[in-house]
């Protein structure tokens, strides 16, 4: 896979594509096998999937951790707190900036 993916997505992409969801590949295990951070892994992650458009999942219950994604319950799982979040997200932004502006923010116009 390293044809199209910059060296260090590699090591990261290695380490998660032989996964599945009911067996993922644990952040620490990732930490340890690449000396990146979690935080550098976990953008990684991120880029591998909006960048590359790879079907990594994420498990955050136990077992947790990161998997190659190969079902629609694989999808599921992975999207399902991302959407939790992200409402989260934008309740505390409408109570810090208005539900106007999150409209606003969200490209919604706002009459009057």
Wanted: no cysteine.
């Amino acid at each position: 896979m390293s044809l199209f993916l910059p060296a260090d997505h590699t090591r990261v992409y290695d380490l998660i594509v032989t996964r599945t969801s009911s067996a993922p590949r644990p952040l620490a295990e990732i930490r340890l096998a690449t000396g990146f951070s979690d935080r550098r892994i976990k953008r990684i992650v991120e880029e591998l999937r909006a960048d590359y458009r790879l079907p990594v999942g994420a498990r955050r219950r136990q077992p947790s951790g990161y998997f190659w994604i190969m079902t629609v319950a694989d999808v599921d799982e992975t999207v399902a707190p991302m959407v939790s979040q992200a409402k989260r997200m934008l309740q505390a932004a409408s109570r810090l900036a208005g539900k106007r502006r999150v409209r606003e923010m969200l490209g919604q116009g706002v009459l009057g």
